[in-house]
């Protein structure tokens, strides 16, 4: 189900050693002992007032996702390709939250608690209308739908105001990327989670390449210059070292934006998130272009 592009990112990212010292019974209500394979269910349940009692791979986590923080005493339970299947049991959870076709087979997981799956993308193209649908089918399953829909609430007057704060840029395309490598990076448009954002925002994405289903496309950076000289923002990730050796070199040099100082970093947003990635998104998006 997942392309080259993700499964790249994925494997890049499946290194957390797992927290084996922690307690296994944690002080949490047991119709609440749940755990979550991939970091969309971890928003999603966080948003609804809820802790998860485990979390895979927690420092890529902090790395990429960040927000909503996990407090002290959630239990990582390894990768997320390939979780600690003997811990989970160990930790007799209520519910495991899964992403669809990523990670362990679906079975394994049932023979220890009861599964719900969710999926970044529907098939329309809209990360953030899906992540408003699991939001809401999460909510009712865990009696929470008063939190989903305050939640929501609050998504929808957060991107209200950003949109009038940000009406000064929506007739300058933005480039949105990431760097994978020496040589790739990874940029975002159709079906992504950013362009929904975007368009709600009122503003215009300038990569107007191929994307995946996912809404992300890894590309030689060599492409980069069909952009143009528009504004360029790229998500850091623990990869200092892996940029400055890239912006040292005469292809990056050469690239127009790079020419025309229309470059910026800015701290990590989860691609793949749910509706804190989208406030996150849009936190660091409109300090970008307010500091330029």
């Known amino acids: 189900m997942f392309d080259i592009s993700r499964r790249r990112l994925l494997t890049a990212l499946a290194l957390s050693p797992l927290m084996s010292a922690l307690p296994l019974r944690a002080a949490v209500p047991d119709a609440q002992r749940i755990l979550a394979l991939e970091w969309l269910p971890v928003e999603l349940l966080m948003a609804l007032g809820v802790t998860p009692l485990g979390v895979a791979d927690m420092h890529n986590y902090n790395i990429w996702v960040g927000d909503p923080q996990l407090p002290p005493g959630v239990i990582d339970l390894g990768l997320r390709t390939e979780p600690n299947l003997?811990?989970?049991?160990?930790?007799?959870?209520?519910?495991i939250l899964h992403s669809n076709g990523y990670g362990p087979a679906l079975d394994k997981l049932q023979r220890i608690a009861p599964t719900m799956g969710f999926d970044l993308n529907?098939?329309?193209?809209?990360?953030?209308?899906?992540?408003r649908h699991s939001l809401q089918a999460l909510g009712a399953r865990l009696g929470r739908k008063a939190q989903a829909v305050?939640?929501?609430?609050?998504?929808?007057?957060?991107?209200?105001?950003?949109?009038?704060?940000?009406k000064p840029w929506a007739d300058r395309p933005v480039l949105l990327m990431s760097l994978m490598d020496s040589r790739h990076a990874i940029t975002f448009g159709k079906n992504s989670l950013f362009l929904e954002v975007m368009?709600?925002?009122?503003?215009?994405?300038?990569?107007q390449g191929e994307t995946n289903f996912w809404g992300s496309a890894v590309v030689g950076l060599e492409r980069l210059a069909e952009v143009g000289d528009v504004q360029v923002i790229c998500f850091d990730h623990d990869n200092d070292r892996d940029m400055q050796q890239v912006m040292a070199t005469a292809l990056w040099q050469a690239l127009p934006f790079v020419r025309a100082q229309r470059f910026q970093r800015v701290p990590a947003v989860w691609y793949y998130g749910a509706t804190y990635s989208a406030l996150k998104f849009v936190r660091v998006l409109e300090h970008a272009l307010e500091s330029h």
């Open 86 to 95: 003997e811990l989970m049991t160990q930790l007799e959870p209520s519910l």
């Open 122 to 131: 529907s098939g329309d193209g809209k990360p953030l209308s899906t992540a």
């Open 150 to 166: 305050q939640h929501l609430q609050f998504v929808d007057e957060q991107l209200a105001a950003a949109r009038e704060r940000l």
């Open 199 to 207: 368009e709600i925002l009122g503003l215009s994405n300038a990569w």
